[in-house]
T-cell receptor, first 112, second 114 residues
Framework: SQQGEEDPQALSIQEGENATMNCSYK?????LQWYRQNSGRGLVHLIL?????REKHSGRLRVTLDTSKKSSSLLITASRAADTASYFC????????????FGKGTTLSVSS | KAGVTQTPRYLIKTRGQQVTLSCSPI?????VSWYQQTPGQGLQFLFE???????NKGNFPGRFSGRQFSNSRSEMNVSTLELGDSALYLC?????????????FGPGTRLTVL
């Protein structure tokens, strides 16, 4: 079953604009991760935020986490055509182990 | 450092057949997880292996099985294939068996069942 639900399902922007994707989840978590997938290929890990963190930055990426609302957002600033991909949030599924529960993803299209 | 490799990359089978997919983790990684990705269900966790032991299993029928070898390489097997098994199968490895550890994904094996 899906834990995270990303919003919007699809997003189209111009190069240079910012892109914001949201993720909601259902149960308590230890951490939340964001991944990128290009054209049905493997997933690339972008950033991990722990449940006791509220915000995290990595280059042009900014992630926020609100555990009271069970939601997270991923902001990509100054988007580039190369950012065109699907973005997934993933939460830990168990007390131990590496199993992740993924949302259905947001498809981002950046046009030049 | 070589990434996660999966073989084969593409596979076409017919209903009723069985298939074996292989995953070689990054050198030194002992945890391997498998995921199924379909347009309808998205990414779903299949199972996880650590030090040759299955530690977690997702909600899939017994037709889906796997194993891990002493060199951490992992295989998954699907028997009696059904049309709905058509999917991208992704393998991920991580250094330790904790969810907060970054997982590195392979390129996937695209299975088509006819």
């Amino acid at each position: 079953s899906q834990q995270g639900e990303e919003d919007p399902q699809a997003l189209s922007i111009q190069e240079g604009e910012n892109a914001t994707m949201n993720c909601s989840y259902k149960t308590s978590i230890n951490n939340l991760q964001w991944y990128r997938q290009n054209s049905g290929r493997g997933l690339v890990h972008l950033i991990l935020i722990r449940s006791n963190e509220r915000e995290k930055h990595s280059g042009r990426l900014r992630v926020t986490l609100d555990t009271s609302k069970k939601s997270s957002s991923l902001l990509i600033t100054a988007s580039r055509a190369a950012d065109t991909a699907s973005y997934f949030c993933a939460t830990d599924a168990s007390q131990a182990g590496t199993a992740l529960i993924f949302g259905k993803g947001t498809t981002l299209s950046v046009s030049s | 450092k070589a990434g996660v490799t999966q073989t084969p990359r593409y596979l076409i089978k017919t209903r009723g057949q069985q298939v074996t997919l292989s995953c070689s983790p990054i050198s030194g990684h002992r945890s391997v997880s498998w995921y199924q990705q379909t347009p309808g269900q998205g990414l779903q966790f299949l199972f996880e292996y650590f030090s040759e032991t299955q530690r977690n299993k997702g909600n899939f029928p017994g037709r889906f099985s796997g194993r891990q070898f002493s060199n951490s390489r992992s295989e998954m097997n699907v028997s009696t294939l059904e049309l709905g098994d058509s999917a991208l199968y992704l393998c991920a490895s991580s250094l330790i068996q904790e969810s907060y550890n970054e997982q590195f994904f392979g390129p996937g094996t695209r299975l088509t069942v006819l």
